[in-house]
């Protein structure tokens, strides 16, 4: 094959379109070069178009990420701020709840000191009944026993004395019953506003 070759070039080397050809040759190959040059340029301008695009692109992501970023610092404040509003409502809820506590805890000592002194009023009204029936038992036996009168009569100013002064503890006692119902009243309403 190297021989073949060798014979075919002393063959062509003074042929005219040979020696055209060697010296076109080269030729060929610059204008091919300048293509490729120009293709590269065109290619340059592509690239620099493309990276002043994605230049613009990155300046805008870092705008909306700087935007992000304040948004993200303003929900953060606002976070902090229902936070501490929680916490200082959850403090007041506690302290809201311990002063029911208290309250109600007042107001059934006093309902339970109401009882009490319903119960001593009546045992009280009853004695009184009782008195009063003693009386009246006296008065007839008054006008039974004639002969006995004064030692009844006695007796009565005895009993009527008994009388009014149970009469006066049970007046005094109503009064006090009164203000108990009062301040039952007035603590019933204090827990109905703060439980409202």
């Known amino acids: 094959v ?7 070039y002393l063959k062509l080397r ?10 076109v040759k080269p030729l060929l190959q610059v204008t091919r070069q300048e293509e490729e040059l120009l293709a590269k340029e065109e290619e340059l ?14 300046v805008e992501m870092e705008r909306k990420h700087q935007q992000i970023i304040e948004e993200k610092n303003i929900l953060a404040e606002q976070l902090q701020a229902e936070t501490e509003l929680f916490i200082e409502a959850e403090e ?8 029911k506590q208290e309250l109600e805890e007042i107001l059934h000592d006093l ?15 009853n004695e009184k009944k009782k008195m009063q029936t003693h009386v009246q038992d006296l008065e ?16 009565k100013v005895t009993a009527e004395a008994k009388i009014k002064k149970m009469e006066e503890d049970i007046l005094l006692l109503e009064d006090q019953n009164s203000k108990f119902l009062k301040e039952k009243k007035l603590t019933e309403d204090r827990i109905a506003e703060f439980t409202s």
Do not use: G, P
């Open 14 to 23: 003074h042929w005219q379109w040979w020696r055209l050809f060697t010296k």
């Open 2 to 8: 190297l021989q073949r070759n060798c014979a075919a």
């Open 92 to 99: 007041m809820r506690a302290r809201l709840a311990t002063k």
């Open 140 to 155: 007839e036996q008054l006008d039974e026993e004639e002969a006995a009168r004064q030692k009844l009569q006695l007796e």
């Open 111 to 125: 309902e339970a000191r109401v009882e009490e002194e319903e119960e001593r009023n009546q045992a009280l009204l």
């Open 45 to 58: 301008v592509k690239v620099k178009e493309k990276q002043t695009k994605v230049e613009a692109e990155l």
